[in-house]
T-cell receptor, first 114, second 113 residues
């Protein structure tokens, strides 16, 4: 069974640009979560999607948004990039069956904002 | 606000040593505590604990949860260089939290030959 796949692996952008990251969950998983990982803050929850609906949202500004498609693939978008958005963005999927907090992570997208 | 604190933040040991990693938490409506290992990018699942006092074990790794004192420990015996990684502790809240986890900053473990 293929794992969680994230693309691209690396991105370099400049301030003010926008970026879209993609995540394909494990086959059969309908829940997809996004986390931001930085050296000082650790992993911080961005949002979770389940069956194309946002189920939970973290404390990030509105520049961070996401969506989920009918095949459970998810994208997250960051608009008007700031230097502080440089981070590893991790996507995770989980099964519908309990316990659904057991997350399976992708290898992440390393975003650098110059 | 939910909070997870791990200690130490970094640890350097020699192969064969035994290490204990600590995780304390404050969370509304605790549901579960999870340990992950992050070697390069993707955190990989190690354990999930929901009941107090029960030890989970997998080879040289074991973990126990104390729900009364709100902490967990991860033990690694006979460490190997391949155990070098960041170990992450995370806590899940009530069912309305879905699959949302609150993570600690992690413990960077370095095992030298």
């Amino acid at each position: 069974k293929a794992g969680v796949t994230q693309t691209p692996r690396y991105l370099i952008k400049t301030r003010g640009q926008q970026v879209t990251l993609s995540c394909s969950p494990i086959s059969g998983h309908r829940s997809v979560s996004w986390y931001q990982q930085t050296p000082g803050q650790g992993l911080q929850f961005l949002f979770e999607y389940f069956s194309e609906t946002q189920r939970n949202k973290g404390n990030f500004p509105g520049r961070f948004s996401g969506r989920q498609f009918s095949n459970s693939r998810s994208e997250m978008n960051v608009s008007t990039l700031e230097l502080g958005d440089s981070a590893l963005y991790l996507c995770a999927s989980s099964s519908d069956r309990l316990p659904n907090e057991k997350l399976f992570f992708g290898s992440g997208t390393q975003l650098s904002v110059l | 606000e939910d909070k997870v604190v791990q200690s130490p933040l970094s640890l350097v040991v020699h192969e064969g040593d035994t290490v204990t990693l600590n995780c304390s938490y404050e969370v509304t409506n605790f549901r579960s505590l999870l340990w992950y290992k992050q070697e390069k990018k993707a955190p990989t699942f190690l354990f999930m604990l929901t009941s107090s006092g029960i030890e989970k074990k997998s080879g040289r790794l074991s973990s126990i949860l104390d729900k009364k004192e709100l902490f967990s420990i991860l033990n690694i015996t006979a460490t190997q260089t391949g155990d070098s990684a960041v170990y992450l502790c995370a806590v899940g809240g009530d069912r309305t939290s879905g699959s949302r986890l609150t993570f600690g900053e992690g413990t960077q473990l370095t095992v030298n030959p």
